[in-house]
């Protein structure tokens, strides 16, 4: 079976004002609560809206939040991740007795209780969502970073005289780029997934804006009678969290060298073996 592609999604995403078939605002009351059809190829809302073109700019609306929230994590998370695991005593105590502090409230209250206060537009949604869920990175970081450091290469640029900041540029930070990619992208449909969470119960993006979340909850209220209106947005979601699950799990395995370093003993066995491995089941020759 054929794996869903996270860049198939952002390309429909770019793409949807020249393939999106109506204005995604645009209403038509004479073609209310409108069954899948070819002019409507989701069918459309009780305001007549289609649903499809809606559909494709919540992709866009998804994919900017899941990227510049990732983007302000790494601005946050990594710099103070990375400070603390090189520096260390106070410095390390006071990052994370502050990432504690943000990690011992749940994600979704956190955010519901800074919308609450901030208010504000959809961006502003994705800065709080950034603001809240840096922590994963920061400890990240900060655990690669006390590994690194005490190795040799590391040792060897100190007692030639790097400073702090040099060996955090020129050989930290070089050796996080792997796991850093791989966080990044798990952390996309995470934000994706909490930003339509959000809309769904109402503290996300204006109702009036294309979003999958809320496209979910205008449809909720009609789901026996018209299913679609809950279906066709769900899968939306289901797919790209799927595509983006799957894309994390490929660059974790391609950026992981543990991999190689454990297939490494079972190809010289077999190559050892003159191409084949040997069977426990099979017998031994008998001694003439």
């Known amino acids: 079976m054929r794996r869903p592609r996270s860049r198939a999604v952002a390309a429909a995403a770019l793409l949807a004002p020249w393939i999106a078939p109506h204005d995604p605002s645009a209403q038509d009351l004479r073609s209310t609560f409108a069954s899948p059809s070819l002019e409507h190829p989701a069918g459309t809302d009780n305001l007549g809206r289609d649903w499809a073109s809606r559909l494709l700019y919540g992709a866009r609306l998804s994919l900017v939040v899941g990227v510049v929230s990732q983007a302000i994590v790494?601005?946050?998370?990594?710099?103070?991740?990375?400070?603390?695991?090189?520096?260390?005593?106070?410095?390390?105590?006071?990052?994370?007795?502050?990432?504690?502090?943000?990690?011992?409230?749940?994600?979704?209250?956190?955010?519901?209780?800074?919308?609450?206060?901030?208010?504000?537009?959809?961006?502003?949604l994705v800065v709080i969502i950034g603001l809240v869920t840096w922590v994963d990175v920061a400890r990240l970081v900060r655990g690669q970073a006390l590994s690194l450091k005490e190795r040799e290469f590391v040792t060897a640029a100190r007692v030639l005289g790097a400073t702090d900041r040099e060996i955090m540029t020129r050989h930290l930070l070089p050796n996080l780029a792997g796991p850093l990619v791989v966080v990044v992208a798990f952390g996309i449909p995470r934000a994706v997934f909490i930003e339509a969470a959000?809309?769904?119960?109402?503290?996300?993006?204006?109702?009036?804006?294309?979003?999958?979340?809320?496209?979910?909850?205008?449809?909720?209220?009609?789901?026996?009678?018209?299913?679609?209106?809950?279906?066709?947005?769900?899968?939306?979601?289901?797919?790209?969290?799927?595509?983006?699950?799957?894309?994390?799990?490929?660059?974790?395995?391609?950026?992981?060298?543990?991999?190689?370093?454990?297939?490494?003993?079972?190809?010289?066995?077999?190559?050892?073996?003159g191409g084949r491995r040997e069977r426990p089941s099979e017998e031994l020759p008998k001694a003439a």
């Open 74 to 124: 790494l601005g946050i998370g990594l710099p103070l991740g990375l400070l603390a695991g090189a520096k260390g005593r106070w410095v390390d105590s006071v990052i994370m007795r502050c990432a504690d502090l943000v990690y011992a409230f749940p994600d979704l209250l956190l955010i519901i209780l800074l919308r609450s206060a901030l208010g504000g537009s959809a961006f502003m």
């Open 198 to 273: 959000l809309s769904f119960i109402g503290f996300g993006v204006d109702p009036s804006t294309p979003s999958w979340g809320v496209m979910v909850q205008e449809g909720y209220g009609a789901i026996v009678a018209f299913p679609h209106l809950v279906i066709f947005p769900s899968a939306a979601i289901g797919l790209l969290l799927l595509a983006f699950t799957f894309l994390g799990d490929g660059l974790r395995d391609a950026l992981d060298p543990s991999i190689e370093d454990r297939a490494a003993p079972s190809i010289q066995a077999e190559t050892a073996l």
